[in-house]
């Protein structure tokens, strides 16, 4: 299944992967290196809450799967990821189209790798910021990912 984690072709199954498709959530852009990604909140009918703005679920469910999907692609097959622990804090109703951007930065993956490198659990943090179409941020979602290296590579 090794083609499966071609970013371009994984980025085309997550679109069509039921969590995601039927939320409205699109995956717009991923790296051919795994250290960016661009996600869309469509505008649509079922997206939306009786207040006629997009539903909180869908916003949180958008930022959920993006960072360990980029750390594993990025860390490779010697490190086990997950996603640990979230918490999302609605700033300002989100109307129309939202989207979102995930980075990896060299100092990041550098700083997982030194500090995993004895077998060591890693718990980083990663804020993800939800921007409407005007760049407004609408929410902010602080993510907590568990990062180890695999038992046969310590």
Request: aromatic share 12%.
């Amino acid at each position: 299944m090794r083609w499966a984690f071609k970013p371009q072709v994984m980025r085309k199954l997550l679109n069509f992967w039921p969590p995601l498709l039927f939320s409205g959530i699109k995956i717009a852009s991923l790296a051919d290196d795994y250290r960016y990604a661009r996600v869309e909140l469509k505008n649509r009918p079922w997206t939306r809450n009786i207040n006629n703005s997009q539903f909180g679920g869908s916003m949180f469910a958008m930022t959920d799967p993006i960072y360990p999907l980029l750390l594993m692609g990025a860390l490779g097959k010697e490190y086990m990821v997950w996603d640990k622990q979230a918490d999302i804090d609605y700033i300002k109703p989100g109307l129309g189209k939202l989207t979102a951007e995930f980075l990896l930065t060299d100092e990041t993956l550098e700083d997982i790798k030194t500090k995993t490198a004895a077998g060591d659990k890693y718990f980083p943090e990663f804020l993800v910021h939800i921007k409407d179409a005007d760049n407004t941020i609408v929410c902010e979602v602080n993510r907590t990912v568990y990062i180890r290296k695999k038992t046969k590579y310590r």
